[in-house]
């Protein structure tokens, strides 16, 4: 079951033929308040939908971006019930999917069920646990189905045909197509096996197919899109911006807005209006070419 929010999103999306700009945020960091702030920034900048992430202590798959503002989260004070609430907040005033990127033991310590529950009360449209395997998953897959919030999968370019389907069988959602393998974080080039990988998943599911992992300008966007993407998630370059303006909160919500701003203009399939738009928003310095 795809939650509402995303399919009708994603629908929308294609009628415009725009691609999707997600941008990752981790609850809590640096601050509830501040974190709070930033959610609200970059919907009013444009973001289709947003992938926030529950702090955790030992986060196998993140870099050490997206390490640090889990542990600057977690030296705030920042729970997942916390965390929770601050989507409940989001979504009393806002109708863009949110989806949620955790651990397994974040999941496991709240209980499963619980956790599902409480996240679909507070708007969740979806949940994808970084390091929970296929094979480990059937313990945790009734609970998001039977309150409605959408199970999503990560492949690969190690990916096989085979698990592909099976993996199909499974998400809900969207899948999250990993640009590279390793550990989050900013890269210059995107993985030239992105266009193949892509196709491979279509022939399996017609759910959305979302590029992450090294997603940090403008022209990633646009060779993920060419790639046959139906949108990008970006999570460490955002997260950059809010440490490097830890300091100056005006400054930190700034940088976010034109960052957001430009990664989202890329989505429009580069009309040449929105490519000289987008390129004056580069040499301002606030967005890579």
Do not use: W
């Amino acid at each position: 079951m795809t939650s509402p929010r995303i399919a009708s999103t994603f629908a929308r999306l294609h009628d415009q033929e725009e691609g999707a700009f997600i941008p990752f945020l981790m609850l809590g960091d640096p601050t509830p308040d501040i974190s709070t702030q930033l959610l609200e920034q970059l919907i009013a900048s444009g973001a289709d939908m947003l992938e926030l992430g529950l702090p955790f202590s030992d986060p196998p798959g993140d870099g050490p971006v997206i390490q640090a503002a889990g542990q600057r989260a977690l030296a705030a004070g920042m729970t997942t019930a916390q965390a929770l609430r601050i989507i409940q907040h989001i979504r009393t005033r806002h109708q863009l999917p949110i989806s949620l990127l955790c651990y397994h033991n974040v999941v496991l310590q709240y209980g499963i069920d619980n956790f599902y529950r409480d996240a679909s009360a507070a708007g969740v449209d979806a949940v994808l646990i970084a390091d929970l395997p296929l094979e480990e998953s059937p313990p945790s897959v009734p609970s998001p189905r039977q309150h409605g919030v959408s199970p999503v999968c990560m492949v690969s370019e190690l990916t096989s045909d085979a698990r592909l389907a099976q993996i199909a069988q499974s998400a809900a959602g969207y899948i999250y197509v990993v640009a590279r393998v390793g550990v989050t974080g900013e890269q210059s080039s995107l993985t030239t096996e992105l266009r193949q990988v892509l196709s491979r998943c279509r022939q399996h599911t017609s759910l959305p197919l979302l590029v992450g992992f090294g997603i940090s300008t403008p022209a990633h966007v646009r060779q993920a899109l060419e790639a046959g993407a139906d949108g990008v998630i970006a999570g460490s370059a955002v997260v950059r911006r809010v440490a490097q303006t830890l300091t100056d909160v005006t400054a930190c919500l700034s940088q976010v807005q034109a960052f957001t701003q430009a990664m989202k203009q890329a989505t429009t399939r580069a009309t040449p209006q929105a490519r000289r738009s987008e390129d004056h928003l580069v040499e301002k310095g606030v967005a890579e070419p």
